[in-house]
Structure formats: structure tokens, C-alpha cells
């Protein structure tokens, strides 16, 4: 049975179980994750014992605002619509990436899942040898095609062909306001003679890309490049605090099933395609030690 069939088969009173929406529960969630990196950023500011350490826990809160940014891309983890479209905006400042350029990036890639002409995720192949695979998971490759991103589409250079016609304005308009934005940051931080930017976020940036690098390739990397979704993205069984840092993420095979159910509630999707899923992996660090065995020498 595929994604269709099982989606297909939900009732009505089902389908509208697991696709209501609210606040309270992504309220609630953000709320921890803006403490948890406000406080470590405050220990780091201060020269709390032991702050070079913290810098890359707080790297890895930064870069799973990723996982909370593409939630916010489907309108799923608020009701509310401004929410979900404010949370996109700031979580794209922090990470440098254009908030409605990767909400179009991420939209061809659900509706061109694994397909190798026109799924944008397969641009940038997996990497296949030791090499490429260190590259990857350094995350420079992903900084630098992000950087270039912004600056290309503030230049009205954006040729994208998963961008419509209609969007080029509206992700160029976007990239010249996190340019402005980044030069006031960097203006004010000269002017200050502050390096404080530097150590609470770019640093612990530059630390925690790599874990989010090994993250997202346990979704569709070595998964076949096949139509069904339960088959070709990957649920990762995982514990409770990766599944909070990932916004319930490594349910991915559900989610890209029925994209409409919201973070929350995917774990109860879960239940309904169990069975029915051909991809998983018990842990990242397994799937990890898969992938490095299989590479090319």
C-alpha cells in the first residue's frame, strides 16, 4: 500500500483529527527552544566557566530552527498564519535562508520527491566517496550555496526554475531585506567594537551544521528513487529529545505522506502507516555508520 492508498482511506472525522491545527502546542515548544538559546547565549556572553563548550550546544538549537522553519514553510506548526509566517521570516535570519525562496525550493521537492530531473534536493547529488561526504557534512557546501542564494536573488538574478514568475519579486524583495538587515548587524557590531555576533551565533553556527548535515541526509539519502512516499523518504526511530530538537521530524516518511498534519500530531499518523513504511532506521548514529560503509573508496 502506498502514501495515496492510506491518505485515501482516512475518514473524514480522521483526516480532520490529524490535520487541525493550534497554537498552544508550537507556542509552547518555541517558547523552550528561545529559552534554552537565549539562556546559553547569556552564559556565553558572560564567560561562563566552560562557555567554548556551550557554543556548540547553542550551534545545535540554531540549526535545528531549520527543522522548525520548514514546519513553518507548510503553515502547520501554528494556526495562526501570521505566526507560522513570522517564525519563518526570523528563523531564515538566523540561519541565512531566504525564508519564501526555500518555502518554493522545499515545495518542488515534495512534489517531485526523489525524481531526479526535477526534485531540487538531488541538484546537490549524496555524496558517494569519503570525501564528498566529509565536504558535505562540514556544511561549507551549504553556507556558501545559501550566501550565494540571497545574493543572486537580491540581484534580481534568481533563475530557479522551481520559482514562478509571479514569486521572482517577492524572493527578491526578501533577499535585499536580510542583506539590510545583516549590514545593520554588522554595522552596529563595528561601530560597538562588540564580537559578541560572533561567539553567541556565527561560531556555534559554524559548529552545529554538521550535526544537522548528518540529520537531513538519514531523510531520503540511499532511499529509492521511487514515486511512493513511504518508500522513498526515511523514518528514523529516534529518542524523545532528538524528536523535540527536529520538531517530530524523524516521523519524515509521515510527513511527507500527508504534509498536512502538523508536528504534533505526526506521531499518531505514525500509527496509521507503521506497517506500511519500507524505509527506516533505528538511530542517527546507525544510519550514519550505514551510510559511511557504503561509501566508494
Not at 26 to 39: E, I, V, Y
Not at 128 to 154: C, D, F, M
Request: glycine share 6%.
Amino acid at each position: 500500500m502506498d502514501h495515496k492508498q492510506i491518505v485515501a482511506g482516512l475518514s473524514k472525522q480522521e483526516r480532520l483529527n490529524l490535520t487541525g491545527l493550534s497554537d498552544a502546542p508550537g507556542l509552547f515548544k518555541l517558547a523552550q527552544h528561545t529559552l534554552a538559546m537565549g539562556s546559553l547565549g547569556w552564559f556565553i556572553a558572560i564567560g561562563m566557566p566552560g562557555w567554548p563548550v556551550l557554543m556548540l550546544v547553542q550551534g545545535v538549537l540554531l540549526v535545528f530552527l531549520f527543522t522548525l522553519m520548514h514546519e513553518a514553510a507548510h503553515r502547520t506548526p501554528f494556526r495562526s498564519a501570521w505566526i507560522n509566517k513570522a517564525v519563518s521570516w526570523v528563523c531564515g535570519l538566523v540561519l541565512c535562508l531566504p525564508p519564501e525562496w526555500f518555502r518554493y525550493f522545499h515545495f518542488a521537492h515534495h512534489r517531485f520527491t526523489q525524481d531526479t530531473e526535477n526534485d531540487p534536493e538531488l541538484a546537490s547529488s549524496k555524496p558517494e566517496t569519503l570525501g564528498q561526504y566529509i565536504w558535505h557534512v562540514s556544511g561549507l557546501p551549504v553556507w556558501r550555496g545559501q550566501i550565494a542564494a540571497a545574493i543572486k536573488n537580491a540581484m534580481w538574478a534568481n533563475q530557479d526554475t522551481f520559482v514562478p514568475e509571479r514569486g521572482r519579486h517577492k524572493v527578491m524583495r526578501e533577499a535585499r531585506i536580510m542583506l539590510a538587515v545583516y549590514s545593520v548587524l554588522l554595522a552596529g557590531s563595528l561601530m560597538a567594537g562588540s564580537t559578541l555576533l560572533i561567539w553567541v551565533w556565527i561560531v556555534p553556527m559554524l559548529l552545529g551544521q554538521p550535526f544537522l548535515r548528518l540529520y537531513l541526509l538519514a531523510e531520503h539519502g540511499r532511499c529509492p528513487l521511487v514515486a511512493n512516499m513511504l518508500e522513498n523518504s526515511r523514518t528514523t526511530f529516534t529518542n524523545s529529545m532528538v524528536r523535540w530538537l527536529a520538531w517530530n521530524m524523524p516521523y519524515h516518511a509521515e510527513h511527507h505522506a500527508y504534509p498536512a498534519v502538523p508536528y504534533h500530531k505526526l506521531p499518531n499518523f505514525h500509527a496509521v502507516t507503521a506497517q506500511h513504511l519500507k524505509m527506516t532506521q533505528d538511530g542517527y548514529a546507525n544510519f550514519s555508520i550505514d551510510y559511511v560503509k557504503s561509501l566508494k573508496s
